[in-house]
């Protein structure tokens, strides 16, 4: 008999390639949705269970269902993990003298892409389909970053910044088992990196939207903003948004 439920506990087998990965999804959830690890010895309890009896449950779902041995076992499901998440392979616009004009303000290369704001750095690095973070050696210091999977001899991605980032703010994930996404915090904001890594491909900085949103600014720049805003508003002027636009060297325009 086909449970209801087959479609979906297959794909989190599919996700998470193994039945180890299956029992840890499910109990994880147990753990921080429901109170079937909270323990307590008061008779009145209306949550958790007395010692003992959450583990006697799970022997108890295992036993419901009779061993069988090898050669009466349906075939093992293939897993077949999605495809892996592809570079863009749309050519990049070029300047005259080769520059790479900027898309979100950030690029394009053959092994990442990226954008950015004044204060930080996304840089998105397609992995193999399956990939898990465990497979992942990832190293930042203020100066460069190493991302590698581990066993392969040539890394994903190995470089210096042309600029400082703060590690301690600084951190990555791993997207869906298809890209690592390194989120960047520069060590000095309010400035537009040419690249990611020094000696990859630059972009025309004179070109990137060069707009701030005022939750961009320090709250004191803010606070004066909106009285800006607000007075001018009610004097019959113009600004009726909180995008302040500024210049490329991040100093607003007021």
């Known amino acids: 008999m086909q449970s209801r439920y087959d479609d979906a506990l297959m794909g989190i087998v599919?996700?998470?390639?193994?039945?180890?990965?299956?029992?840890?999804?499910?109990?994880?959830?147990?753990?921080?949705?429901t109170d079937f690890y909270v323990v307590s010895d008061n008779p009145q309890r209306q949550m958790g269970f007395a010692p003992g009896v959450a583990q006697?449950?799970?022997?108890?779902?295992?036993?419901?269902?009779?061993?069988?041995?090898?050669?009466?076992?349906?075939?093992?499901?293939?897993?077949?993990p999605?495809?892996?998440?592809?570079?863009?392979?749309?050519?990049?616009?070029?300047?005259?003298?080769?520059?790479?004009?900027?898309?979100?303000?950030?690029?394009?290369?053959?092994?990442?892409?990226?954008?950015?704001?004044?204060?930080?750095?996304?840089?998105?690095?397609?992995?193999p389909a399956g990939t898990k973070s465990r497979d992942l050696d990832v190293r930042m210091t203020s100066a460069s970053v190493h991302v590698a999977i581990k066993g392969h001899s040539a890394p994903l991605v190995h470089g210096t910044f042309p600029g400082k980032i703060k590690v301690e703010?600084?951190?990555?994930?791993?997207?869906?088992?298809?890209?690592?996404?390194?989120?960047?915090?520069?060590?000095t904001p309010k400035t537009w990196w040419k690249s990611v890594l020094e000696g990859d491909a630059e972009?025309?900085?004179?070109?990137?939207d060069s707009t701030m949103h005022i939750s961009e600014y320090d709250p004191v720049t803010q606070g004066a903003i909106r009285k800006v805003m607000y007075e001018q508003r009610h004097g019959g002027g113009g600004a009726s948004d909180a995008t302040i636009p500024s210049m490329n060297d991040g100093s607003p325009r007021l």
């Open 14 to 33: 599919q996700k998470e390639g193994s039945i180890h990965g299956l029992l840890h999804v499910f109990f994880d959830f147990l753990h921080r949705n």
């Open 56 to 80: 006697n449950l799970v022997l108890q779902s295992f036993q419901r269902f009779p061993m069988k041995p090898l050669e009466h076992a349906p075939p093992a499901t293939t897993v077949r």
């Open 82 to 127: 999605p495809p892996s998440k592809q570079p863009d392979a749309r050519p990049m616009a070029l300047t005259d003298d080769g520059k790479q004009v900027p898309e979100g303000n950030g690029g394009r290369t053959d092994k990442y892409s990226w954008t950015q704001s004044l204060q930080e750095l996304t840089v998105t690095i397609p992995v």
């Open 169 to 187: 703010e600084s951190l990555w994930s791993l997207d869906s088992s298809e890209a690592v996404v390194l989120s960047l915090e520069k060590a």
């Open 203 to 208: 972009i025309d900085t004179t070109k990137v």
